[in-house]
Nanobody, 121 residues
Framework: QVQLVESGGGLVQTGGSLRLSCKVS??????????MSWDRQAPGKQPGLVAK???????NSVDSVKGRFTIPRDNTENALYLKMNSPKPEDTAVYYC?????????????WGQGTQVTVSS
């Protein structure tokens, strides 16, 4: 019953900021949360990776958001955030949180429900 619950999406203007939140809940006491990431999908387009962070804390992001987005992770809260600074209209998309839940040698990907981010000029 692992769930990823996203929040924080909405409308934002260019030059503003927004923080997306992803909380992992459920029976995770005996499992480990591995890599986590944010994907996004604009209408009519394929989903793509925005940024990711490994279980060890290593981060990476696509070039288009480098210098603007950060991906803080709080392991004590089983949470992942996407801090969106200086968003652009092209950042408009549905953002999905992903987490890899590991049980022994098995790994299971989970996605959040998605949250809409709309950036206006």
């Amino acid at each position: 019953q692992v769930q990823l619950v996203e929040s924080g999406g909405g409308l934002v203007q260019t030059g503003g900021s927004l923080r997306l939140s992803c909380k992992v809940s459920g029976s995770i006491g005996d499992v480990k949360i591995g890599d986590m990431s944010w994907d996004r999908q604009a209408p009519g387009k394929q989903p793509g990776l925005v940024a990711k962070v490994t279980g060890r804390g290593d981060t990476n992001s696509v070039d288009s958001v480098k210098g603007r987005f950060t991906i803080p992770r709080d392991n004590t809260e089983n949470a992942l955030y996407l801090k969106m600074n200086s968003p652009k209209p092209e950042d408009t998309a549905v953002y999905y949180c992903k987490a890899v839940i590991r049980v022994a040698v098995q790994a299971y990907p989970y996605w959040g429900q998605g949250t809409q981010v709309t950036v206006s000029s």
